[in-house]
């Protein structure tokens, strides 16, 4: 351009670039002033004094270097084929000496080793540019990173003159970039060491841009002047961005890959050409003598590309020179494809981005969880009702839940309202990358939820193992609790390597407690809903007016805690801390954990009088709210005895010291004697003597399970008797002789309390499973067990459990030996057994036998349970409890038809009508009465066990249970309540009765054993009978139990606790039942049988003061001490394993019948003379007994007559028992189920 040539353009930029060619021509010399000044020119800088432009030098350097090269490569490549031609040809030729066999091997082994050289740096060449070493990363990183510093270099130069004279001393930014010009020349030189196919690396587009901006550098340096040229082409490494992030493991997954891969080619492309147009307008035609050029800024010419690209061309800048107009035409032909199909795609990619799709950002101080598996509205806020309850003590933990699928509105909905604790994040857990997106690795816990109604449970399981899998392969110390829907399947978390029940992994099957919930229903009935509630976070609801809903809902209030008792209670006997925590403290204390000496934890249900408190003794306790637990911890004998309110037991400033083993047995019996320590004289110097001897030699372990001294022991049971003149003869397993061993170890094996007075064993009978916690049975076919309807109407049961199950040959198995085993647990004697039978399709039954043939008194009757006919013939008016199942796991739309078997079920049951059949046999014959009916017996007495009515004439008062999939199908349960639709599951009637049973109440253990993994242990316990994770094992391996021989060792499992119901119209606690305080029941049986109570089942309407024929009846958790009782309540109670109940049949359970002998009484056999109004047991008739068949074959030859009996019986006779069942054809001749031995 000529000087002021351009003066007239209106820009302000021309105007700036006007004024500075002035300036520099005012300072140049006379002689050139006329002359055209085409570059700044002055004199600091030795630069071409004419000002004359050479940017065809920086051009010519880039030209050079690239054909150059080519053209080197090339000739290579000719010449090296023109040899390898001719040697070929020379080779054919020439007929090869064997005197020149040696020659040629030097040369050969000349050429392997020249090879071998080249290849060895070509491979160092390789090692040093590739990505899969540590160096090359770094090194392509430094590249791509000072790349771009020399493209920022080149945005910061384009507000310059694009040629002129700069000093290579004082233009720091020039050094800058020969600097970084410099370490590309070396890469260069590796990357062409490294190449295989020269050629084609000459020609890449990363060579092309080393060509042109490498060697201009260099001319720059030596002309002293600047050009600012194809510097642009730097813009184009942007094309490797992706993979950039990719060797630094930022870039996993291909949405992102390819959404950065359209983003830097779109961008590097866009920015590459604005460079170009930018050159060629502020340059000008070089035809033109660069007359037509304008001045346009870089930033302008991005601005005039993406108009030109887009197609809007709003004309407010274009190009003018003929090179930047020709260049547009092609740009916009590829320019407008890339725009309309590369956008289009950025755009998608973006929009599909997960939405909750980033990454957990752990909080310091605050733990957090993971909750897969099963993630719907329903579970995730029944578990978030439970997990984030109020009366949890505090729960500073995040939950973070991880699901593959987005949540939809309602559960986002939920989410917000509680985003302060709970987060979500798409992904799935079998995904290593999306497990560390939600830090499984700090996580505290991982929560698998099942999903409960899906039709193929097995696949749900399935699929939670694999979870379990693969959170475990990438980390092994996670705690991971799941839950799992068949039993059979928690086998496959054994094959786990590292799962570790005793490091907190835990599997609750909801199969196992949900039937292991409903069998304790039928030895105590309600005590499904009393514990479901119990582990279950509830808020109380207070109700002014006197209905059944108020005193209901003040026992829901109740939960199970955890705390370990003060050193106050070291010492002290479990009766007597029991009693002192309910008194006093306001809890009910029901078991203790137990540390044996090989430091192995096992739960202790209320123990005996033996076990002595010891320091760190972790408590079971039942209370309203955790706070409450805490006053166990604090309670202080020093500071708080003579405290009134609990309230006001908080944690003392008073100073503990360690009391001897003098002090700590003095403590124990002075509490229990009622005196001061220091004014009690109940312990003389030698007791105390020895005592002290005792502490030397044998320490202490957390809880005692031996009186440390006989005389203690005997000074302790002489204070008991004081306070009950009968208690020795009332304590049946127990030892009061004074000259008994000192030691008496509940759980050793060969040390068994009262073993001198048990069932005499024989060892060549297997009565018991190998672990001799359940009754066992040689197993038997199915046909033997198999009755008709005639048969099962000439058998005349009693005291029995009916169980309705339906299911074909495609249900899913349901897993019956978990309803089973509870009943069949080895803390009863055989004849307290309860006979079942299971009325279903024997199809279905068949699939179940394989895990039932084990167990004794079992039967089957082929049918349905919605046929009346098979009904009566089980006699379902006398059972003790009717249990209605489904196996059939439905894909239904309508939600309220998945239980329609179930509900049909039990109104059919509840419409049915009967005759008084006991009056009539009692009318007829007194011998026919059946077992457990005869209400004149002492024996018979309800004191514990299910108590039934004496007849049944209509099915609204046959107990019932019904499981339900669907908690809103509870209302056609019960056609005469008012429950509302909408009214959660434990508000309803059903529920509160025990008569419906839900999966869903099982959710709650979820939380509750996150935060006390304690619970679930208890609630096992209590629930299954005994099942062990060595039993779990056992039944893993062989799928069924092992009979074994009767050893003191499995005899020793028999000695634990067991769920009951306590009578009070009746028996020796009759006196407290009409209007009688409940906590001087309370103690009163703690004191004189060892029995825990902890509820009442009480009549619906026994609140009103009236008679009422409703039998209905509703749970009462934990009542207060002065809740007043009424003749008809029931007491749930945990009573204690009676070894001498084996030998008579003085037991006053239910379902007791016949006393062949006498015996002194124990906890199971109260005497008479406790009854007031009950006559004497009648005299045992041999010569009856002899006319009762065998039908159970499996019972031991010298046990007693046992509740299900088949007798002779005359047709008349059976058809007025069962006068509307099918009577048209002749009674055919009693078969036996079993064939005898």
Same mark, same amino acid.
């Given at each position: 351009?000529?000087?002021?040539?351009?003066?007239?353009?209106?820009?302000?930029?021309?105007?700036?670039?006007?004024?500075?060619?002035?300036?520099?021509?005012?300072?140049?010399?006379?002689?050139?002033?006329?002359?055209?000044?085409?570059?700044?020119?002055?004199?600091?800088?030795?630069?071409?004094?004419?000002?004359?432009?050479?940017?065809?030098?920086?051009?010519?350097?880039?030209?050079?270097?690239?054909?150059?090269?080519?053209?080197?490569?090339?000739?290579?490549?000719?010449?090296?084929?023109?040899?390898?031609?001719?040697?070929?040809?020379?080779?054919?030729?020439?007929?090869?000496?064997?005197?020149?066999?040696?020659?040629?091997?030097?040369?050969?082994?000349?050429?392997?080793?020249?090879?071998?050289?080249?290849?060895?740096?070509?491979?160092?060449?390789?090692?040093?540019?590739?990505?899969?070493?540590?160096?090359?990363?770094?090194?392509?990183?430094?590249?791509?990173?000072?790349?771009?510093?020399?493209?920022?270099?080149?945005?910061?130069?384009?507000?310059?003159?694009?040629?002129?004279?700069?000093?290579?001393?004082?233009?720091?930014?020039?050094?800058?970039?020969?600097?970084?010009?410099?370490? *590309?020349?070396?890469?260069? +030189? =590796?990357?062409?060491? %490294?190449?295989?196919?020269?050629?084609?690396?000459? $020609?890449?587009? !990363?060579?092309?841009?080393?060509?042109?901006?490498?060697?201009?550098?260099?001319?720059?340096?030596?002309?002293?002047?600047?050009?600012?040229?194809?510097?642009?082409?730097?813009?184009?490494?942007?094309?490797?961005?992706?993979?950039?992030?990719?060797?630094?493991?930022?870039?996993?997954?291909?949405?992102?890959?390819?959404?950065?891969?359209?983003?830097?080619?779109?961008?590097?492309?866009?920015?590459?050409?604005?460079?170009?147009?930018?050159?060629?307008?502020?340059?000008?035609?070089?035809?033109?003598?660069?007359?037509?050029?304008?001045?346009?800024?870089?930033?302008?010419?991005?601005?005039?590309?993406?108009?030109?690209?887009?197609?809007?061309?709003?004309?407010?800048?274009?190009?003018?020179?003929?090179?930047?107009?020709?260049?547009?035409? *092609?740009?916009?032909?590829? +320019? =407008?494809?890339?725009? %309309?199909?590369?956008?289009?795609?950025?755009?998608? $990619?973006?929009? !599909?981005?997960?939405?909750?799709?980033?990454?957990?950002?752990?909080?310091?101080?605050?733990?957090?969880?993971?909750?897969?598996?099963?993630?719907?509205?329903?579970?995730?806020?029944?578990?978030?009702?439970?997990?984030?309850?109020?009366?949890?003590?505090?729960?500073?933990?995040?939950?973070?839940?991880?699901?593959?699928?987005?949540?939809?509105?309602?559960?986002?909905?939920?989410?917000?309202?509680?985003?302060?604790?709970?987060?979500?994040?798409?992904?799935?857990?079998?995904?290593?990358?999306?497990?560390?997106?939600?830090?499984?690795?700090?996580?505290?816990?991982?929560?698998?939820?099942?999903?409960?109604?899906?039709?193929?449970?097995?696949?749900?399981?399935?699929?939670?193992?694999?979870?379990?899998?693969?959170?475990?392969?990438?980390?092994?110390?996670?705690?991971?609790?799941?839950?799992?829907?068949?039993?059979?399947?928690?086998?496959?978390?054994?094959?786990?390597?590292?799962?570790?029940?005793?490091?907190?992994?835990?599997?609750?099957?909801?199969?196992?407690?949900?039937?292991?919930?409903?069998?304790?229903?039928?030895?105590?009935?309600?005590?499904?809903?009393?514990?479901?509630?119990?582990?279950?976070?509830?808020?109380?609801?207070?109700?002014?007016?006197?209905?059944?809903?108020?005193?209901?809902?003040?026992?829901?209030?109740?939960?199970?805690?955890?705390?370990?008792?003060?050193?106050?209670?070291?010492?002290?006997?479990?009766?007597?801390?029991?009693?002192?925590?309910?008194?006093?403290?306001?809890?009910?204390?029901?078991?203790?954990?137990?540390?044996?000496?090989?430091?192995?934890?096992?739960?202790?249900?209320?123990?005996?009088?033996?076990?002595?408190?010891?320091?760190?003794?972790?408590?079971?306790?039942?209370?309203?709210?955790?706070?409450?637990?805490?006053?166990?911890?604090?309670?202080?004998?020093?500071?708080?005895?003579?405290?009134?309110?609990?309230?006001?037991?908080?944690?003392?400033?008073?100073?503990?010291?360690?009391?001897?083993?003098?002090?700590?047995?003095?403590?124990?019996?002075?509490?229990?004697?009622?005196?001061?320590?220091?004014?009690?004289?109940?312990?003389?110097?030698?007791?105390?003597?020895?005592?002290?001897?005792?502490?030397?030699?044998?320490?202490?372990?957390?809880?005692?399970?031996?009186?440390?001294?006989?005389?203690?022991?005997?000074?302790?049971?002489?204070?008991?008797?004081?306070?009950?003149?009968?208690?020795?003869?009332?304590?049946?397993?127990?030892?009061?002789?004074?000259?008994?061993?000192?030691?008496?170890?509940?759980?050793?094996?060969?040390?068994?309390?009262?073993?001198?007075?048990?069932?005499?064993?024989?060892?060549?009978?297997?009565?018991?499973?190998?672990?001799?916690?359940?009754?066992?049975?040689?197993?038997?076919?199915?046909?033997?067990?198999?009755?008709?309807?005639?048969?099962?109407?000439?058998?005349?049961?009693?005291?029995?459990?009916?169980?309705?199950?339906?299911?074909?040959?495609?249900?899913?198995?349901?897993?019956?030996?978990?309803?089973?085993?509870?009943?069949?647990?080895?803390?009863?004697?055989?004849?307290?057994?309860?006979?079942?039978?299971?009325?279903?399709?024997?199809?279905?039954?068949?699939?179940?036998?394989?895990?039932?043939?084990?167990?004794?008194?079992?039967?089957?009757?082929?049918?349905?349970?919605?046929?009346?006919?098979?009904?009566?013939?089980?006699?379902?008016?006398?059972?003790?409890?009717?249990?209605?199942?489904?196996?059939?796991?439905?894909?239904?739309?309508?939600?309220?038809?998945?239980?329609?078997?179930?509900?049909?079920?039990?109104?059919?049951?509840?419409?049915?009508?009967?005759?008084?059949?006991?009056?009539?046999?009692?009318?007829?014959?007194?011998?026919?009465?059946?077992?457990?009916?005869?209400?004149?017996?002492?024996?018979?007495?309800?004191?514990?066990?299910?108590?039934?009515?004496?007849?049944?004439?209509?099915?609204?008062?046959?107990?019932?249970?019904?499981?339900?999939?669907?908690?809103?199908?509870?209302?056609?349960?019960?056609?005469?309540?008012?429950?509302?639709?909408?009214?959660?599951?434990?508000?309803?009637?059903?529920?509160?009765?025990?008569?419906?049973?839900?999966?869903?109440?099982?959710?709650?253990?979820?939380?509750?054993?996150?935060?006390?993994?304690?619970?679930?242990?208890?609630?096992?316990?209590?629930?299954?009978?005994?099942?062990?994770?060595?039993?779990?094992?056992?039944?893993?391996?062989?799928?069924?139990?092992?009979?074994?021989?009767?050893?003191?060792?499995?005899?020793?499992?028999?000695?634990?606790?067991?769920?009951?119901?306590?009578?009070?119209?009746?028996?020796?606690?009759?006196?407290?039942?009409?209007?009688?305080?409940?906590?001087?029941?309370?103690?009163?049986?703690?004191?004189?049988?060892?029995?825990?109570?902890?509820?009442?089942?009480?009549?619906?309407?026994?609140?009103?003061?009236?008679?009422?024929?409703?039998?209905?009846?509703?749970?009462?958790?934990?009542?207060?001490?002065?809740?007043?009782?009424?003749?008809?309540?029931?007491?749930?109670?945990?009573?204690?394993?009676?070894?001498?109940?084996?030998?008579?049949?003085?037991?006053?359970?239910?379902?007791?019948?016949?006393?062949?002998?006498?015996?002194?009484?124990?906890?199971?056999?109260?005497?008479?003379?406790?009854?007031?109004?009950?006559?004497?047991?009648?005299?045992?008739?041999?010569?009856?007994?002899?006319?009762?068949?065998?039908?159970?074959?499996?019972?031991?030859?010298?046990?007693?007559?046992?509740?299900?009996?088949?007798?002779?019986?005359?047709?008349?006779?059976?058809?007025?028992?069962?006068?509307?069942?099918?009577?048209?054809?002749?009674?055919?001749?009693?078969?036996?189920?079993?064939?005898?031995?």
């Amino acid at each position: 351009i000529r000087a002021g040539g351009n003066g007239a353009r209106g820009r302000s930029g021309g105007h700036k670039l006007l004024s500075t060619i002035m300036t520099f021509q005012l300072a140049a010399p006379s002689s050139v002033r006329n002359m055209d000044v085409i570059i700044p020119y002055t004199n600091d800088v030795p630069c071409d004094p004419r000002g004359q432009r050479m940017w065809w030098a920086f051009l010519a350097s880039s030209m050079v270097t690239f054909f150059g090269g080519l053209f080197i490569i090339l000739l290579w490549r000719t010449l090296k084929y023109l040899w390898t031609v001719c040697c070929h040809c020379k080779g054919k030729k020439k007929v090869k000496r064997p005197s020149d066999t040696s020659v040629g091997q030097r040369e050969a082994e000349a050429v392997v080793s020249e090879v071998g050289w080249m290849t060895s740096v070509k491979d160092w060449a390789g090692v040093m540019i590739s990505a899969q070493t540590l160096t090359g990363r770094v090194l392509v990183v430094l590249v791509f990173a000072l790349s771009i510093g020399a493209l920022v270099i080149y945005f910061t130069d384009s507000s310059k003159p694009i040629e002129s004279c700069q000093h290579f001393d004082k233009d720091y930014w020039l050094q800058i970039d020969m600097a970084f010009n410099v370490f *590309f020349l070396l890469y260069f +030189g =590796l990357r062409f060491i %490294a190449a295989n196919d020269k050629l084609w690396f000459w $020609l890449e587009v !990363n060579s092309v841009v080393d060509f042109f901006t490498v060697p201009p550098v260099f001319v720059s340096v030596y002309l002293n002047r600047s050009w600012l040229g194809l510097r642009f082409l730097r813009a184009l490494r942007l094309i490797q961005f992706s993979e950039i992030l990719q060797f630094l493991n930022i870039l996993k997954t291909s949405n992102s890959i390819k959404l950065v891969n359209l983003c830097s080619i779109f961008i590097s492309t866009w920015l590459t050409a604005a460079g170009f147009i930018h050159l060629v307008e502020n340059s000008g035609d070089p035809w033109e003598n660069f007359q037509n050029s304008q001045p346009l800024s870089y930033w302008e010419c991005v601005y005039l590309l993406m108009v030109t690209m887009s197609t809007v061309g709003y004309g407010d800048v274009c190009a003018k020179t003929t090179l930047g107009r020709l260049f547009m035409v *092609f740009f916009i032909l590829g +320019g =407008l494809a890339m725009f %309309a199909s590369y956008v289009p795609e950025i755009i998608e $990619l973006i929009g !599909n981005r997960k939405k909750y799709g980033g990454s957990y950002s752990a909080v310091n101080g605050r733990k957090h969880i993971v909750v897969c598996g099963h993630i719907t509205l329903e579970s995730v806020s029944n578990f978030l009702k439970d997990f984030l309850h109020k009366d949890r003590d505090d729960v500073n933990v995040e939950i973070v839940f991880l699901h593959n699928i987005s949540p939809n509105l309602e559960l986002e909905a939920l989410f917000k309202r509680h985003f302060t604790q709970v987060e979500f994040y798409q992904g799935s857990v079998l995904n290593p990358h999306d497990l560390a997106r939600v830090k499984i690795e700090s996580a505290d816990a991982c929560l698998i939820l099942a999903n409960k109604y899906c039709a193929d449970p097995d696949a749900e399981d399935a699929s939670n193992i694999m979870r379990v899998i693969s959170i475990k392969n990438y980390h092994p110390k996670i705690r991971i609790i799941t839950q799992m829907l068949q039993y059979h399947n928690k086998a496959h978390l054994l094959n786990i390597p590292s799962w570790n029940w005793k490091e907190g992994d835990d599997a609750i099957c909801l199969a196992e407690l949900k039937l292991g919930f409903i069998a304790q229903s039928c030895l105590a009935q309600g005590l499904s809903t009393m514990l479901a509630n119990l582990f279950s976070m509830r808020s109380y609801i207070k109700i002014e007016e006197d209905t059944w809903q108020k005193y209901y809902l003040e026992g829901v209030a109740n939960e199970m805690y955890t705390e370990y008792l003060s050193s106050a209670f070291v010492g002290l006997s479990f009766p007597t801390i029991c009693e002192l925590c309910y008194v006093k403290l306001k809890l009910l204390l029901i078991a203790i954990e137990y540390k044996s000496d090989q430091r192995e934890c096992s739960t202790l249900i209320n123990p005996g009088n033996h076990v002595k408190m010891q320091e760190g003794t972790l408590g079971f306790f039942i209370a309203s709210d955790a706070k409450e637990v805490k006053r166990a911890l604090f309670y202080c004998k020093a500071c708080h005895d003579d405290i009134t309110d609990p309230k006001r037991i908080k944690k003392c400033g008073c100073k503990r010291t360690k009391k001897s083993a003098y002090k700590r047995m003095r403590l124990a019996c002075c509490v229990a004697c009622g005196g001061a320590e220091h004014g009690c004289s109940c312990m003389s110097d030698s007791v105390a003597s020895n005592t002290e001897v005792l502490h030397r030699g044998f320490p202490f372990s957390p809880v005692s399970l031996y009186d440390n001294t006989t005389t203690l022991r005997s000074l302790e049971e002489e204070q008991q008797s004081a306070l009950s003149p009968k208690k020795k003869q009332r304590n049946g397993g127990m030892r009061t002789s004074p000259t008994c061993s000192p030691k008496i170890i509940r759980h050793d094996p060969l040390l068994v309390p009262g073993h001198d007075q048990m069932e005499t064993m024989d060892e060549n009978i297997k009565k018991y499973d190998s672990t001799g916690m359940f009754h066992w049975c040689p197993s038997k076919d199915i046909e033997k067990v198999m009755l008709t309807r005639s048969e099962a109407a000439m058998t005349v049961l009693s005291g029995h459990v009916v169980v309705c199950i339906f299911g074909d040959v495609k249900s899913a198995l349901i897993g019956l030996r978990n309803l089973v085993m509870p009943l069949r647990a080895s803390n009863f004697h055989y004849h307290e057994l309860k006979p079942i039978v299971f009325v279903g399709s024997l199809e279905y039954l068949k699939r179940e036998w394989e895990t039932l043939h084990n167990f004794p008194k079992v039967s089957i009757l082929p049918g349905t349970p919605l046929s009346r006919a098979d009904l009566r013939a089980v006699n379902i008016n006398l059972c003790d409890m009717c249990v209605i199942l489904s196996a059939n796991q439905n894909n239904i739309d309508d939600a309220s038809l998945q239980d329609k078997e179930c509900i049909l079920a039990s109104l059919n049951i509840k419409s049915m009508q009967f005759d008084d059949s006991i009056g009539l046999l009692q009318a007829n014959s007194q011998g026919f009465t059946p077992p457990g009916m005869d209400r004149s017996s002492p024996e018979n007495s309800p004191v514990h066990g299910l108590v039934r009515q004496v007849s049944i004439t209509t099915g609204a008062n046959i107990p019932i249970i019904t499981e339900l999939v669907n908690d809103s199908n509870v209302q056609f349960l019960d056609q005469d309540d008012d429950d509302d639709p909408d009214t959660e599951l434990y508000l309803t009637q059903p529920f509160a009765c025990g008569t419906a049973f839900a999966v869903s109440v099982l959710d709650s253990l979820m939380s509750a054993t996150y935060f006390n993994d304690n619970i679930l242990t208890l609630i096992r316990t209590l629930v299954t009978g005994g099942a062990t994770p060595e039993l779990e094992g056992l039944l893993a391996e062989e799928n069924a139990l092992r009979g074994g021989y009767s050893t003191p060792q499995t005899l020793a499992n028999r000695d634990r606790c067991r769920v009951a119901q306590l009578a009070l119209y009746d028996g020796p606690f009759a006196d407290l039942g009409d209007g009688g305080c409940y906590g001087d029941l309370f103690c009163k049986a703690l004191k004189t049988y060892n029995m825990l109570c902890f509820g009442i089942y009480r009549l619906r309407d026994a609140h009103l003061g009236a008679p009422s024929q409703c039998t209905k009846r509703y749970v009462i958790t934990n009542p207060p001490y002065n809740f007043e009782l009424v003749p008809t309540d029931l007491i749930f109670c945990l009573m204690q394993f009676d070894h001498n109940a084996g030998q008579t049949r003085t037991n006053l359970s239910s379902h007791s019948t016949f006393c062949p002998s006498k015996k002194s009484p124990s906890a199971h056999s109260i005497p008479s003379s406790a009854r007031p109004g009950r006559s004497r047991s009648r005299t045992f008739n041999p010569a009856l007994n002899a006319t009762h068949k065998n039908w159970y074959t499996d019972e031991p030859e010298n046990c007693f007559p046992r509740n299900t009996q088949s007798k002779h019986t005359s047709t008349h006779t059976a058809n007025q028992i069962n006068q509307f069942k099918s009577t048209s054809n002749i009674i055919q001749p009693i078969r036996e189920v079993e064939e005898e031995p």
